[in-house]
């Protein structure tokens, strides 16, 4: 598949790249998808939630009334579920939520929802640029020339370029990533996905590792 190279003014810079057919042109698997974001969303949980059950909660563990003759349901404990202010029953308790996926999955999954992206033509390729200072404005400006000012951006860069990173930091709809930190799930959840053509040089070197 050939991509026309823009640079950051969004005009054509004449130059043209050919974003590989084993990444960006195989045949998705959505199940692969479904597992991977699955995967990365329970990665994300804290998984700290705790309730008290009834050994835990403070309280006299004295009988409240005489077993018979009041009329009403026996109570031995203050702390029972009950009550207000008892324990809980089967209420949340820390645990672990990630599980394990096997890389070719993972490797299927990314690449699949790299193919749906450049099937809808969603693809962005630039040339390669830095900013001179950290400026917010001057990113805003870029994605206004790029046509996708409304519209959730990912930008993949070949490597950590801390004025671009920080110039996009406060701004809601636009995330910078380096291409070892591509994912599934941040491809997805993007509109335009933003490549440089240093970014799609190394995605060509893993590939043919």
């Known amino acids: 598949m050939e991509v026309k190279v823009l640079n950051v003014?969004?005009?054509?810079?004449?130059?043209?790249v050919q974003l590989p057919e084993a990444i960006f042109g195989i045949e998705p698997n959505d199940h692969a998808?479904?597992?991977d974001v699955k995967q990365f969303l329970a990665n994300q949980r804290q998984g700290t939630h705790k309730s008290k059950q009834r050994n835990e909660i403070a309280g006299s563990t004295r009988k409240l009334y005489k077993q018979k003759g009041t009329g009403g349901a026996r109570a031995g404990s203050v702390k029972s579920p009950l009550f207000n202010g008892g324990g809980r029953i089967f209420g949340p308790q820390p645990r672990d939520y990630s599980f394990k996926l096997?890389?070719?999955?993972?490797v299927l999954a990314r690449y699949s929802a790299?193919?749906?992206?450049?099937q809808d033509s969603n693809v962005i390729v630039l040339e390669d640029f830095s900013f001179d200072a950290i400026k917010t404005k001057t990113y805003i400006q870029?994605?206004?020339?790029?046509n996708a000012t409304d519209i959730k951006t990912l930008l993949v860069l070949p490597a950590a370029n801390n004025n671009v990173y920080l110039s996009s930091r406060n701004l809601k709809k636009?995330?910078?990533?380096?291409?070892?930190?591509?994912?599934?799930?941040?491809?997805?959840?993007?509109?335009k996905l933003l490549l440089t053509t240093g970014a799609v040089k190394i995605l060509e070197e893993a590939l043919a590792k």
Do not use: R
Request: proline residues 0%; glycine residues 6%.
């Open 102 to 106: 096997n890389k070719k999955l993972k």
């Open 9 to 16: 003014s969004g005009k054509e810079t004449g130059a043209k």
């Open 142 to 146: 870029m994605v206004a020339d790029l």
């Open 33 to 35: 998808i479904y597992l």
């Open 114 to 118: 790299l193919t749906y992206k450049a």
């Open 174 to 191: 636009a995330k910078v990533i380096t291409v070892d930190q591509l994912n599934t799930y941040d491809v997805l959840n993007a509109g």
